[in-house]
């Protein structure tokens, strides 16, 4: 797969400074508040959108013991055996950036997209900055991203209801909006009870064999790309479709991930209906 030109950073022009102008006076007819915490007239202020730049990672050791978080994706088997992974988030999912998040999903902020996208992309680049040699296939230490690169990414699909009730797919629509493509080989074989309240193993049980593959995937390589990653659940879920489908998982990139170095918290459960 070949990656869009899209990736390229892109620099102020002249139409960036039209539309800067046009939302100052969108801001006159419809007031804006910070999704983060309310201040008037910004879609994000500057300290809340500092809280979507705080990266970390998380993974596993060569045993499938976690190191560091939550998020740890590992032991996952399939048609290509097991594989442990490590994941990139462009923070950690604190109550602001619940807040940010729930307001882009389920609030009608699509005007946040901009900087969510910008903040996943980040995520996404140090997946790939993570990589072997051998899951990348032609790299060019010039930019971010390869140019040409074996890797798609591959996102977790909506449900009908949460299809119905946003209009859009929020995360397929970050990818396209970091100029990225997002790869739909996955589908939902069965509905899945919502995960909020559940714990570690129920959240695991609740998704058992809930996705599968559209197609065969045989020779494919993937970059699981999600929203938040709480338990880790769903990332496992996708990685076994992908996996019994004859597809590799190699990295995971979220914007965020909860933080699983205290008690199981209200923000975690947070996240919504996919």
């Not at 990685?239 to 965020?256: F, I, K, P, S």
Request: one cysteine or more.
């Amino acid at each position: 797969m070949a990656w869009t030109d899209g990736h390229r950073r892109r620099r102020g022009t002249a139409s960036d400074v039209v539309l800067a102008a046009l939302r100052e006076v969108w801001t006159l007819v419809v007031p804006v508040v910070c999704a983060g915490c309310g201040a008037a007239g910004l879609t994000l202020c500057d300290v809340c959108s500092g809280a979507l730049d705080a990266p970390t990672g998380w993974g596993v050791s060569g045993g499938g013991a976690a190191v560091g978080t939550v998020g740890a994706v590992s032991g996952v088997s399939g048609a290509r055996g097991t594989r442990d992974v490590r994941g990139s988030a462009a923070t950690i999912y604190d109550p602001t950036v619940a807040r940010i998040v729930l307001a882009y999903k389920n609030g009608g902020r699509t005007d946040l997209a901009r900087v969510l996208s910008a903040a996943l992309r980040s995520a996404i680049v140090a997946a790939v900055d993570g990589l072997e040699s051998d899951d990348v296939r032609t790299a060019d230490p010039r930019q971010e991203i390869p140019s040409e690169c074996a890797i798609e990414l591959v996102t977790i699909p909506t449900t009908r209801a949460a299809s119905v009730a946003r209009g859009f797919h929020p995360v397929d629509t970050l990818v396209r909006r970091a100029g990225l493509t997002p790869s739909r080989v996955l589908r939902w074989t069965r509905r899945a009870a919502d995960q909020r309240g559940l714990g570690r193993a129920e959240r695991a049980a609740n998704l058992d064999g809930a996705l599968a593959a559209r197609a065969d995937l045989a020779g494919r390589t993937f970059i699981l790309v999600d929203d938040v990653v709480t338990s880790g659940a769903t990332a496992r879920e996708a990685m076994r479709a992908v996996a019994d489908a004859g597809g590799v998982v190699v990295a995971v990139a979220a914007l965020a991930r909860a933080d699983s170095t205290g008690p199981r918290n209200r923000v975690s459960d947070e996240v919504g209906e996919r």
